[in-house]
């Protein structure tokens, strides 16, 4: 079975502090790809990132980093310093193309997070 | 580019009455997926459509539930008799190859308030 697990229901930080979203996976295909969304107040799902299983690269962009371990089948989201406009809804989903449903995101049920000033 | 277009945002509906729900790919997207978010979940997978066929729908509800993609005009979700638990938000995605492998780039999405 596949499965994305976010722990962490809510958080609450105060700007410029960094946090770290958990995500941890379950497949058993050894291809498979992970993603992060960001949803807003506002509603619109924003996509972050795509990694595929055969990268373990850990990657930045900006404020934002990834680290992909396979070896605890986990693919964490930290934002450094916050800001208030990073209060949103954040959702880890596992995509496996061989995983028997095709075209199936799953996701996980989101960590809602909230900057203060 | 225009992005994936999803109309109406918001659809209200008393009970028993019929909702419709459309969505317009990105243009040069042959393929087009379909999520349900219920309050304070994830997004939950329908189905999954191309162009006058219907690849996947593991993740519809049995009944009252249907989508198609017709050779032109936009992907519709149908849902007859509508009770209070279709109350959620209905989100469409669509990619230009199948999977997820090139993303699926996702719409606004619908809400569906069922009074």
């Known amino acids: 079975a596949q499965k994305v697990t976010q722990a962490q229901t809510e958080i609450s930080v105060v700007e410029k502090e960094d946090v770290t979203l958990d995500c941890v996976y379950e497949t058993r295909d050894t291809t498979y790809y992970l993603f992060w969304y960001k949803q807003p107040p506002s509603g619109e799902l924003v996509f972050l990132i795509r990694?595929?299983?055969?990268?373990?690269q850990n990657e930045i962009s900006g404020r934002y980093s990834w680290n992909f371990q396979k070896s605890t089948s986990s693919f964490n989201f930290t934002i450094t310093a916050s800001q208030v406009v990073d209060s949103a809804v954040y959702f880890c989903a596992l995509y496996s193309p061989y995983g028997g449903s095709q075209g199936n995101l799953i996701f996980g049920k989101g960590t809602k997070l909230s900057v203060k000033p | 580019n225009a992005g994936v277009m999803q109309n109406p945002r918001h659809l209200v509906r008393r009970r028993g009455q019929e909702a419709r729900l459309r969505c317009s790919p990105m243009k040069g997207h042959s393929h087009v997926y379909w999520y349900r978010q219920l309050p304070e979940e994830g997004l939950k997978f329908m189905v999954y459509?191309?162009?006058?066929?219907?690849?996947?729908e593991s993740g519809m509800p049995k009944e009252r539930f249907s989508a198609e993609f017709p050779k032109e005009g936009p992907s519709i979700l149908r849902i007859q008799q509508v009770v209070r638990g279709d109350s959620a938000a209905y989100f469409c995605?669509?990619?230009?190859?199948?999977?997820?492998?090139?993303?699926?780039?996702f719409g606004p999405g619908t809400r569906l308030t069922v009074l």
């Open positions: 995605a669509s990619s230009p190859t199948s999977g997820s492998y090139n993303e699926q780039f």
């Open positions: 990694r595929n299983s055969f990268d373990e």
């Open positions: 459509l191309q162009k006058e066929n219907i690849i996947d």
